[in-house]
């Protein structure tokens, strides 16, 4: 399986940006997430969903401004970011994990399979 983000770009606070996934080889059962990292700092978690949409997960600074989703058919996870503030500034990363027991991982070292990251830039 390999996963392609794309959609990062400038854009300025209370803005918005569409994040795209795309995964071949297929990553139907898979249950994805979104983290990302700032210059200087860890990855991290930022939202995540099971493998058939019905349940998702967030972290508390993202909650109400940005939505995860996925559409199966097309092999496709998103991350829709809303009211986007300087401290979302980081490079994103999509992230799979193949063989899932849990509804949601969050915990980067969970993951199996990770996109190449895209960056998203806040300016104030």
């Known amino acids: 399986v390999q996963l392609q983000a794309s959609g990062g770009g400038l854009v300025q606070a209370g803005g918005s940006l569409s994040l795209s996934c795309q995964a071949s080889g297929g990553a139907y059962r898979f249950a994805m997430a979104w983290f990302r990292q700032a210059p200087g700092t860890e990855r991290e978690f930022v939202a995540a969903?099971?493998?058939?949409?019905?349940?998702?997960y967030y972290i508390d600074s993202v909650k109400g401004r940005f939505a995860i989703s996925r559409d199966n058919p097309g092999n496709r996870l998103y991350l829709t970011t809303n009211s986007l503030k300087p401290e979302d500034t980081a490079v994103y990363y999509c992230a799979a994990v193949a063989s899932a027991t849990s509804d949601y991982y969050t915990a980067s070292f969970d993951y199996d399979y990770w996109g190449q990251g895209t960056l998203v830039t806040v300016s104030s």
């Open positions: 969903i099971n493998w058939s949409g019905s349940n998702t």
